[in-house]
C-alpha cells in the first residue's frame, strides 16, 4: 500500500509510523500546516520534524506554506469554531489532493494520535474526503500510544511545542477560555 500520511508535527509523528511499521506499513510523510504561528515557531516545528526524518528514516515531503494571513482571514468570522470550520479542512483536503496527484493508495493524518484534538471530527472529515476523492482513509486510534510516542520524542531529544498551534491557541494558554476552542459547533462546519 502506498499511504501519504500528513503530519501535524514531529512528536506526534514517531508512534504513528513506528505503529504502522510493525504493520509492515511504510509511510510517506507529508508536512502541510499553514495553521502554526508565530514564523519561528513554524520554523522549529517543522526542522523537528526534519530532524526526526533523519534518525527514523522516512520519506518527508515538505509543503512549506506559513499561512498566517490567509489563516486569519479565514477564522475571523468565528474565532471559537476555527478549528472544524478551516483548520483541519484545510490540511486534510490539501493531503487528499497531493494523494490524487501523485498516485497514493491511502491517506492518514498524526492528528489521530493527539488526545487533545477533536478526534471524531477528524475521522468523519477523512471519510467524507475518502469518498470525494476516491482514495482510502487509513484509519487508526493512535491516541492508544500517545504516552508512548511523547517518551520517543524526550529521548530523541527534539523541540516539544507548548501549544496547539495557531496565535489563538497560544493565546489560550495564558488566558482561560469560556468556551473551549476546539468544540465543534451544533451546526457542523462551513466551507
Ligand atoms: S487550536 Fe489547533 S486545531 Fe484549532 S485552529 Fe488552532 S492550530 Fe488549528
Known amino acids: 500500500m502506498k499511504l501519504l500520511m500528513h503530519a501535524c508535527c514531529a512528536p506526534c509523528s514517531i508512534y504513528c509510523i513506528d505503529s504502522l511499521r510493525e504493520e509492515g506499513i511504510e509511510p510517506d510523510i507529508y508536512w502541510f ?19 526526526v526524518s533523519n534518525i527514523m528514516d522516512f520519506n518527508l515531503i515538505v509543503e512549506d506554506n506559513y499561512g498566517l494571513d490567509e489563516f486569519c482571514k479565514q477564522v475571523s468570522d468565528n474565532i471559537l469554531a476555527r478549528c ?14 497531493y494523494a490524487k496527484e501523485n498516485g497514493y493508495d ?15 471530527f477528524i475521522k468523519m472529515y477523512c471519510e467524507k474526503l475518502s469518498k470525494e476523492y476516491g482514495i482510502e482513509f487509513l484509519y487508526r486510534d493512535f491516541r492508544r500510544g500517545f504516552y508512548l510516542g511523547q517518551r520517543k520524542a524526550k529521548e530523541y531529544g527534539i523541540y516539544m511545542q507548548k501549544y496547539c498551534g ?26
Not at 493524518?109 to 477533536?118: A, G, V
Not at 495564558?174 to 466551507?191: A, H, N, Q, R, W
Open 106 to 120: 491511502a491517506v492518514s493524518t498524526t492528528l489521530l494520535y493527539s488526545i487533545y484534538q477533536k478526534h471524531d
Open 33 to 51: 500546516n499553514p495553521n502554526i504561528h508565530p514564523y519561528k515557531e513554524y520554523e522549529a516545528r517543522l526542522n523537528a520534524l526534519k530532524e
Open 84 to 97: 472544524v470550520n478551516y483548520c483541519y479542512p484545510v490540511r486534510l483536503r490539501r493531503v487528499f489532493e
Open 166 to 191: 495557531c496565535i489563538f491557541s497560544e493565546e489560550d494558554r495564558y488566558v482561560k477560555k469560556t468556551k473551549d476552542p476546539l468544540s465543534i459547533p451544533e451546526d457542523g462546519f462551513i466551507e
